[in-house]
């Protein structure tokens, strides 16, 4: 049984696991130049906030080899259009903006071009080796929270194909059948795209944890009848109020949680919190094709013409929040003060791509 990993640096080449013909295909692809990585986000071959962000700086780094110049300015300025080509991927998972931002930091203690290359890079590698002990650590929290919890239900997929390795949400999971305690683990399946089936499903299972496949509509009706006693989630972006941006679907959970008084975790990595912003109604929150709605794989179930709303992600309160377990500790109520001291003044992530 082994953990999936869905971003390999092997050979000074990046691999991505192709999310997009999971589970019936097991397929990575070299991603080879910038151009290929927007695709890849795009296109939701990779997906996830911080597997974004990761492949994204991977993207910067391959953008500046195919520059020519050798003016450090010049340089810098191709970059940023490099940059802002990227951040036009996917708005919400801030992940993406904060390792651009951080490439584009790294890179102004060169003295040359070729420094200046080596160095995002280098940095590339090092944000996707920091991810997996950061996920690593949200996970001993997480198992820690979850001590005394079996049945547990979660959405999309925050799992170690979302992340270099065991994921935000499912990494207490992992960590868990690493040492034998078996949590039961209801994935709703996450329309429109359907990450809670076909990527945490199969996540799960490669790991050997325990997992059942519910509809989404399913949610209520499986708190109430299998006695769920927690939920986890990720999150693609989390204000400084505690608000949280995740998959479609997640807010709906909260509510059910808050009413059926149990408790509502979201995980996240400190690179997930964008204090620039006050709460969540200044998150922007991606509207995707009408055909994810209108039609499951190549098949349509919808009359022609159909007008469709088809938002990926809502913003859960804070109110609904029970806690918010990061690499650095667990983080409880009041979200505006304790956010503030545990992860800081760290990120300031106003991009000015
Ligand atoms: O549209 P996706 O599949 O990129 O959405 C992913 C999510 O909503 C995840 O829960 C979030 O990015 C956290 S991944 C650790």
């Known amino acids: 049984m082994t953990v999936p990993i869905s971003i390999k640096w092997h050979a000074e ?14 397929h990575y692809l070299t991603l080879e130049t910038i151009e290929d990585v927007y695709d890849a986000i795009v296109t939701l071959k990779v997906r996830g906030a911080p597997a974004i962000g990761i492949t994204a700086a991977y993207g910067l780094a391959f953008g500046a080899n195919r520059h020519k110049t050798a003016n450090l300015k010049e340089f810098y300025q191709l970059l940023q259009e490099d940059s802002r080509y990227l951040a036009g991927t996917r ?3 801030v992940n993406l903006f904060w390792a651009l931002e951080r490439l584009m930091k790294a890179v102004k203690n060169a003295n040359t071009v070729n420094h200046a290359k080596t160095i995002l890079i280098e940095e590339a590698k090092r944000i996707h080796e920091e991810d997996e002990a950061t996920c690593r650590l949200i996970g001993e929290y997480g198992l820690e929270l979850l001590k005394t919890a079996q049945n547990v239900m979660t959405i999309c997929n925050a799992g170690s194909i979302a992340t270099a390795k065991y994921g935000t949400a499912l990494a207490p999971f992992h960590l868990g059948a690493e040492r034998g305690k078996q949590f ?9 795209v359907l990450q809670g089936s076909r990527l945490t499903v199969w996540e799960l299972q490669q790991s050997g944890v325990d997992a059942t496949l519910i509809t989404d509509s399913m949610a209520a009706h499986t708190i109430q009848s299998k006695q769920i006693e927690a939920i986890i989630v990720g999150a693609d972006r989390i204000a400084a109020n505690g608000d949280t941006a995740n998959k479609i679907g997640t807010l709906g959970l909260a509510i059910l949680a808050n009413a059926f008084d149990i408790p509502f975790y979201v995980a996240a990595p400190s690179s997930t919190f964008d204090l620039t912003i006050a ?39 804070a109110k609904y929040i029970t806690a918010i377990i990061t690499e650095k500790g667990i983080l409880y109520p009041n979200y505006q003060e304790n956010i503030k001291s545990l992860i800081g003044s760290q990120i300031g992530v106003k991009i000015g791509l």
């Open 13 to 26: 080449k990046l691999a991505i696991l192709n999310q997009q013909k999971l589970p019936t295909e097991i």
């Open 91 to 93: 708005p919400t998972a």
């Open 279 to 317: 709460s969540g109604t200044e998150i922007p929150i991606e509207e995707r094709k009408a055909e994810e709605v209108t039609h499951l794989g190549d098949i349509r179930i919808a009359p022609e013409n159909t007008k469709v709303f088809n938002p990926a992600f809502d913003v859960t309160p």
């Open 184 to 192: 039961c683990v209801f994935a709703c399946e996450t329309r429109p």
